[in-house]
Nanobody, 116 residues
Framework: EVQLVESGGGMVQPGGSLRLSCAASGFTFSLYDMSWVRQAPGKGPEWISHINRGDSSTLYADSVKGRFTISRDNAENTVYLQMNSLKSEDTAVYYC?????????WGKGTLVTVSS
């Protein structure tokens, strides 16, 4: 059974940090590109970061560039999202996504709330 399980969400004050994890199972993780997508309350999904399966090259949305860092550990079948300098507008449910050759898998998400 394919599973992507996000963890690490919670409530944090503006300016704080969180590290999200997404543990994968049921497929060959190293062969999949991984992304993080978030959805804020009342808004549509927003892609925020991507890490390549081959060379682990990364891409970021402008909204998080310089604050968030995506990484992966193929030995642990896990992708991470280090989030620093969090803002209230980062409040959202964060989902990880795996993609290879048009096949997509999604996790159920983890809620991040940035509030004082």
């Amino acid at each position: 059974e394919v599973q992507l399980v996000e963890s690490g969400g919670g409530m944090v004050q503006p300016g704080g940090s969180l590290r999200l994890s997404c543990a994968a199972s049921g497929f060959t993780f190293s062969l999949y590109d991984m992304s993080w997508v978030r959805q804020a309350p009342g808004k549509g999904p927003e892609w925020i970061s991507h890490i390549n399966r081959g060379d682990s090259s990364t891409l970021y949305a402008d909204s998080v560039k310089g604050r968030f860092t995506i990484s992966r550990d193929n030995a642990e079948n896990t992708v991470y999202l280090q989030m620093n300098s969090l803002k209230s507008e980062d409040t959202a449910v964060y989902y990880c996504n795996a993609e290879s050759s048009g096949r997509y898998y999604w996790g159920k998400g983890t809620l991040v709330t940035v509030s004082s």
